[in-house]
């Protein structure tokens, strides 16, 4: 059973940047797909970006596309979005995710199995 633990939220104005980490416990880290979701209130859960475990491929969601990066420290066992350019319409809870032993990128939020607690991100105008 892997743990998750984000950090890194926080309040910041249009047009700033923060970084998320997400740190993981238990097994072999390289050999999770991790992905990262936010969810604002009155709305679902949401895809903003995902990884591979071993070959660190990428996809992110048309609205981050260009100002946010998704990249993890295999040796850290950490998972990390940075976000530029940040808007009001970024504000939300963001979670990071994990699947094991699924060496591909994973968009669906159903088929993550385990969730961090979320990070708060306020983007103020």
């Known amino acids: 059973q892997v743990q998750l633990v984000e950090s890194g939220g926080g309040l910041v104005q249009a047009g700033g940047s923060l970084r998320l980490s997400c740190a993981a416990s238990?097994?072999?880290?390289?050999?999770?797909?991790m992905g990262w979701f936010r969810q604002a209130p009155g709305k679902e859960r949401a895809f903003v970006a995902a990884?591979?475990?071993?070959?660190?491929?990428?996809r992110y969601a048309d609205s981050v596309k260009g100002r946010f990066t998704i990249s993890r420290d295999n040796a850290k066992n950490t998972v990390y979005l940075q976000m530029n350019n940040l808007k009001p319409e970024d504000t939300a809870a963001y979670y990071c995710?994990?699947?094991?032993?699924?060496?591909?990128?994973?968009?669906?939020?159903?088929?993550?199995?385990?969730w961090g607690q979320g990070t708060q991100v306020t983007v103020s105008a």
């Open positions: 238990g097994r072999t880290f390289s050999r999770y797909a």
């Open positions: 990884i591979s475990g071993s070959n660190g491929s990428t």
């Open positions: 995710a994990g699947r094991f032993n699924v060496d591909e990128v994973l968009v669906m939020a159903a088929r993550y199995a385990y």
